[in-house]
């Protein structure tokens, strides 16, 4: 048998879950980020704005499109460039809705569409480029690809901001040749200041030795000068050599002594 008394209990629960749910179909809420499209009996009817709006069910049908800026990550795919190096790509879309009426019944599923040409105009720009275009030029090549896709989102009502390339990489063995190619590089630029180096000291070698040969005396003193300045240290062994200049000195002299020595010699004897 019935419990008319339970029965009367749960009368208020369905009462309250029906009128609950025919206000949830009649009655939508729409942000200010928001627009709705209504449709009533499959057409068009108008454009409702943020707020809350009242829908007949089953009569009218109501899509409502975000318009704040939004982002599609294009993952990782391998793209071969213009001089045949394969490499891989990552990249960003940003775009908003700027033509609700458009994006809604021009395409089908405009965020799927934005992602499909972004793809497609990656490979596009990406292969009429070569490889030290791509890792030294990336802004340009970005803004290449977002005029591309910016060109054709228009038709579908969508607007894109800007397209970044997140990450460019490379094979292994590509990054290794390009790796011993750096170091090339770094040797050759040191090679070069080497070089560069030894040749200024060359020319103040040469400058410092003509103002010692024009000065008589100034080799001697720079020679006392270094021994004063190795005999600073006690543990060093110094080795004094000396000068050419000085030993010719000497043995001219040491000549013209003997010179004078036999002249003093044969006068005597000839007294």
């Given at each position: 048998?019935?419990?008319?008394?339970?029965?009367?209990?749960?009368?208020?629960?369905?009462?309250?879950g029906?009128?609950?749910?025919?206000?949830?179909?009649?009655?939508?809420?729409?942000?200010?980020y928001?627009?709705?499209?209504?449709?009533t009996?499959?057409k068009?009817s108008?454009l409702?704005n943020?707020?809350?709006?009242?829908?007949?069910?089953?009569?009218?049908?109501?899509?409502?499109?975000?318009?704040?800026?939004?982002?599609?990550?294009?993952?990782?795919?391998e793209?071969?460039s213009?001089?045949?190096?394969?490499v891989?790509?990552?990249?960003?879309?940003?775009?908003?809705?700027?033509?609700?009426?458009?994006?809604?019944?021009?395409?089908?599923?405009?965020?799927?569409?934005?992602?499909?040409?972004?793809?497609?105009?990656?490979?596009?720009?990406?292969g009429?480029?070569?490889?030290d275009?791509?890792?030294?030029?990336?802004k340009?090549?970005?803004?290449?690809?977002?005029?591309?896709v910016?060109?054709h989102?228009?038709e579908?009502?969508?607007?894109?901001?800007?397209i970044?390339?997140?990450?460019i990489?490379?094979?292994?063995?590509?990054?290794?040749?390009?790796?011993?190619?750096?170091?090339?590089e770094?040797?050759k630029?040191?090679?070069?200041?080497?070089?560069?180096?030894e040749?200024?000291?060359?020319?103040?070698?040469?400058?410092?030795?003509?103002?010692?040969?024009?000065?008589p005396?100034?080799?001697?003193?720079?020679?006392?000068?270094?021994?004063?300045s190795?005999a600073?240290?006690?543990?060093?062994?110094?080795?004094?050599?000396?000068?050419i200049d000085?030993?010719?000195?000497?043995?001219?002299?040491?000549?013209?002594?003997?010179?004078?020595?036999?002249?003093?010699?044969?006068s005597?004897?000839?007294?």
């Amino acid at each position: 048998m019935v419990d008319f008394e339970t029965l009367s209990c749960c009368l208020p629960l369905f009462f309250f879950g029906g009128v609950f749910f025919l206000l949830s179909g009649f009655i939508r809420v729409i942000y200010d980020y928001q627009k709705g499209l209504v449709l009533t009996l499959g057409k068009y009817s108008g454009l409702r704005n943020s707020g809350l709006q009242v829908i007949i069910p089953l009569y009218q049908q109501m899509s409502v499109v975000d318009l704040r800026i939004q982002t599609i990550d294009i993952p990782k795919q391998e793209v071969l460039s213009k001089d045949n190096v394969s490499v891989f790509i990552n990249a960003v879309v940003y775009f908003k809705i700027v033509n609700p009426e458009i994006a809604i019944f021009n395409v089908q599923d405009y965020r799927s569409a934005v992602y499909q040409h972004g793809q497609t105009a990656i490979r596009d720009v990406v292969g009429s480029r070569t490889l030290d275009q791509l890792l030294t030029d990336s802004k340009s090549i970005a803004q290449s690809i977002s005029e591309i896709v910016d060109k054709h989102a228009k038709e579908w009502g969508v607007d894109i901001i800007g397209i970044k390339i997140q990450d460019i990489g490379l094979p292994g063995t590509m990054k290794k040749a390009m790796a011993r190619q750096a170091q090339a590089e770094r040797e050759k630029r040191a090679s070069i200041i080497i070089s560069e180096g030894e040749s200024m000291a060359a020319e103040k070698l040469a400058a410092a030795a003509q103002i010692l040969s024009a000065s008589p005396g100034a080799l001697h003193l720079r020679t006392l000068q270094m021994i004063s300045s190795v005999a600073a240290d006690k543990t060093n062994i110094m080795n004094f050599i000396l000068p050419i200049d000085g030993v010719q000195v000497s043995d001219d002299k040491k000549a013209e002594d003997k010179k004078t020595d036999n002249k003093t010699i044969e006068s005597k004897k000839k007294k």
